[in-house]
């Protein structure tokens, strides 16, 4: 009975250590590492932060709706718990045209799962909605 009981607790913590990715240990670092890596153009980590089989994600230079931006973050989350690692996240976006000195701002949404410890985003929910592009007003040219 020693022997087995000394084999057993030899075994303990001899598994593999689950390690969990920092950029995806909450909804909302989930939900910055796609805002990211979308204002990047970088494809791959867009799809790192969706469920395994995402394909309809936009490609690399496709942030389809927003101008280049000089700064773009994300506030104001809230969260509404759908079940045991699934939950609804809102949002705002905010962001900086290259070269305007106003932010402008719209809220989105995402279903969020839990797997393995980690959140990726399941779906979108909804369209986001932009307030209309303004261009800045034309600049001058020196002669």
Not at 6 to 29: C, H, I, K, T, W
Request: with cysteine.
């Amino acid at each position: 009975m020693c022997l087995l009981a000394l084999a057993v607790v030899s075994l303990l913590g001899q598994g593999e250590r689950s390690r969990v990715d920092p950029r995806f240990r909450s909804p909302s670092a989930t939900l910055r590492t796609y805002w990211k890596a979308m204002r990047e153009g970088d494809v791959n980590g867009a799809w790192e932060c969706m469920v395994e089989g995402r394909h309809d994600l936009p490609r690399p230079g496709m942030l389809w709706f927003l101008p280049p931006t000089d700064e773009l973050t994300l506030a104001a989350f809230r969260s509404l718990p759908v079940s045991s690692g699934r939950m609804l996240v809102s949002y705002e976006v905010r962001y900086r045209p290259r070269g305007a000195g106003e932010v402008y701002r719209f809220r989105s949404a995402d279903e969020m799962v839990r797997m393995r410890g980690e959140w990726r985003i399941a779906r979108p929910i909804g369209n986001a909605r932009m307030p209309e592009w303004q261009p800045s007003p034309p600049r001058t040219v020196d002669s």
